[in-house]
């Protein structure tokens, strides 16, 4: 793929300036009510209530995701405390989770990997999406230990009902749904059916949205880089190249009886969407996935479930520049997990599992930066709680062994590497009166690091630069202390964490202060070193119930959240500054409505290569009307970002040369029987 110059230049200038700095499509979640029983399973396979969780998780269920915006999953779940996204265009952005990214965060589906290429650069699509969820759990922090160190950053896991789980209620249910915006001259639409067949379940689905380019109040251009660099902004309107096309169809088919139910589905997901950085550049991906799960309750003394699952994908991208084929990349492997669920004793629950991984990557093309390389991975896990009533613990171990090979770019012989790598992790909760919970966690993680961070070498022009990985790495390890405040008291319901990671060995990408000439062009040359780091901060939510009678209720609400990154090397680059949101939501039998003002702040704590972020305060406003008696029918509408303001994410690469959205409006129906 040959960039187009004037692209290329722009891109390059941003970075030269702003980092190794997309668009945002991001908005503010869709708010959700969180029941005090809810059952988090990421995570905790046994399953733990959400207000006596001791790692932070947040749920959208179906109800919420039924309302939600037809966006990619970072832009989605962006907003909810400790999140944001990576905002590199509508088509690709991944959640970024209390300030890390890319291999620290890990996106599952029903637990398991994408085996795609998603977190080798920012341009690449995650091959999932929202739209095929009927719930998403989004775990913080490393204390993920039935999914290793890889997800040392945190989890975000989507969960489908693809493959029953149980039969289907009155013998046939299903939903349908569609929407509208405005900004992008974007529309969704999206179904899905299960029928009972005997014992057997059978279930079809599909969506397809479709978006051109995006408005924006003014100018692609920050006034931060014009400064910088002494150019004009123009009033542009739009964000160029920031269309985004998607389209999947699966199937499923489970044996359900009174014991569980085994099950295997077929998936296919197809997209093309601009890459935002360059106007001509676009990527058509396709994935076909096939998956098989199966939970069998068990006659035992100490165990009381089987679960098992697996699935195995291909994948391929292609990046275009116009109409000639350019870069191409593939992955294909498969990952599998069996996990054995204890039966509770006197409070005691616990889990123990094993999880394998074999995926080979590939990269063809003038501008494959990374090398084919096979990985290998295997780990071994249990995770136990003890809830004596008014106290307890909760405790975990995990030993991952991953294997990666690859013949380096212009290399003569294959590296291979190996790790072996411990984590483990020690809990105490007290609950010193109704409706609280205070938790203290201490966790050791570690990670091996990625293909990329070992083995790329060549120009990446998704970040405008030269990457060059080191595979001599060692593994990132991090040691976290977190507390964790649940609280339910009368109207008042809220949840604190507050946390410290210590990093040895953080594996950050610098800048050498050389430059690499393609094609007449300078790109200046980032390295991948290991120092020391920190990461500090909090996440708080809460909702005050002003006034509630049966079903109605007016409530107040409240998030905030914070972290500070500091490595040897001075302040890690493309943290997100703090966030403000607050918000008043009417809900009732027939119509819920909610107001929100989010502020997020300056980011002025930037490393040496990039700029800073102004502040922006958004107003977004929501309402929904079920019109019929039996509730089967949803119309919504939300006015996002109505002061048409100026906004800039600062954890995405491109925020000086894409905003974020402008101005939209949103309608949707959704019919469900």
Do not use: C
Not at 92 to 118: E, K
Not at 120 to 148: K, W
Not at 561 to 587: H, N
């Amino acid at each position: 793929m040959r960039p187009v110059s004037v692209s290329r230049s722009a891109l390059r200038l941003a970075v030269s300036v702003a980092a190794m700095a997309g668009a945002a499509h991001a908005q503010t979640a869709p708010a959700q009510e969180d029941s005090v029983d809810d059952v988090i399973v990421t995570g905790r396979p046994f399953g733990v209530t959400d207000n006596a969780s001791l790692i932070a998780v947040d749920v959208l269920d179906e109800q919420a995701l039924a309302v939600a915006p037809v966006q990619t999953l970072g832009d989605l779940v962006a907003g909810l405390p400790g999140v944001r996204s990576s905002s590199f265009a509508p088509g690709a952005s991944r959640p970024v989770i209390r300030g890390l990214s890319g291999p620290r965060v890990q996106v599952l589906t029903n637990g398991l990997g994408m085996i795609d290429a998603s977190a080798v650069s920012p341009d690449h699509q995650v091959a999932v999406d929202p739209a095929e969820a009927n719930r998403i759990e989004t775990v913080r922090g490393p204390s993920t230990l039935t999914f290793g160190g890889s997800a040392i950053g945190g989890v975000v896991n989507i969960l489908d009902e693809r493959i029953p789980t149980h039969a289907a209620e009155g013998g046939v249910d299903g939903h349908v749904s569609t929407q509208y915006s405005s900004v992008d001259d974007g529309y969704g639409l999206g179904a899905r059916l299960a029928a009972n067949v005997g014992s057997f379940v059978l279930t079809v689905d599909g969506f397809k949205r479709d978006s051109d380019d995006y408005d924006i109040p003014g100018s692609a251009i920050s006034q931060r880089l014009a400064t910088q660099e002494g150019i004009a902004r123009d009033n542009a309107g739009t964000v160029v190249n920031s269309f985004a096309e998607i389209q999947q169809v699966g199937a499923g088919a489970s044996y359900v009886d009174d014991r569980g139910f085994v099950g295997v589905s077929i998936k296919n997901t197809q997209s093309n969407y601009g890459t935002v950085a360059e106007p001509e550049v676009s990527i058509d991906l396709e994935q076909t996935r096939y998956d098989f799960r199966a939970q069998r309750d068990l006659d035992t003394t100490w165990f009381e479930r089987l679960n098992l699952s697996a699935g195995y994908a291909d994948y391929e991208h292609t990046e275009f520049e116009g109409p000639e084929v350019g870069t191409i990349f593939q992955s294909s492997g498969y990952e599998g997990r069996a996990e054995l669920i204890q039966r509770e004793h006197d409070g005691w629950q616990g889990v123990v599992g094993v999880q394998v991984l074999d995926r080979d990557f590939d990269a063809i093309g003038e501008e494959a930066f990374v090398p084919a390389t096979t990985i290998k991975e295997t780990g071994l896990y249990t995770v136990q709680r003890v809830d004596l009533g008014g106290y307890g613990f909760e405790g975990g171990l995990r030993y991952d062994r991953r294997e990666l090979a690859a013949t380096p770019i212009g290399g003569a012989s294959e590296v291979a590497r190996d790790f072996d790598n411990w984590s483990a992790s020690g809990s105490v909760f007290v609950k010193p009166a109704q409706g609280l919970f205070l938790g203290f966690s201490l966790s050791s993680s570690e990670r091996a690091p990625s293909e990329v961070e070992l083995f790329s070498d060549g120009v990446h022009v998704a970040t405008a630069a030269y990457e060059l990985g080191d595979p001599t790495l060692d593994s990132e390890k991090v040691l976290t202390l977190e507390g964790t405040v649940h609280l339910a008291h009368g109207p008042l319901e809220g949840d604190l964490h507050v946390y410290r990671a210590r990093y040895d060995g953080f594996i950050d990408q610098r800048p050498t202060g050389a430059d690499f000439d393609f094609d007449g062009e300078p790109f200046p040359i980032f390295a991948y070193v290991q120092t020391d780091a920190t990461f500090t901060g909090f996440e708080l939510e809460g909702d005050y119930a002003l006034w509630e009678s049966g079903e109605r209720s007016l409530k107040l609400g409240a998030a905030a959240d914070y972290v500070k990154a500091d490595t040897d090397l001075g302040p890690a680059a493309r943290i997100p500054p703090y966030s403000l949101t607050g918000r008043v939501t009417w809900t009732d039998a027939k119509w819920d409505a909610q107001l929100e003002v989010r502020h997020v702040g300056e980011q002025d704590e930037v490393a040496a290569f990039e700029l800073p972020t102004d502040s922006y305060t958004m107003i977004n406003l929501s309402g929904s009307i079920r019109p019929f008696a039996d509730r089967n029918v949803t119309v919504f509408a939300e006015a996002h970002n109505i002061t048409d303001e100026e906004a800039r994410e600062h954890a995405s690469f491109l925020k000086d040369i894409a905003p974020q959205p402008g101005r939209n409006l949103r309608v949707g129906v959704t019919y469900r029987f």
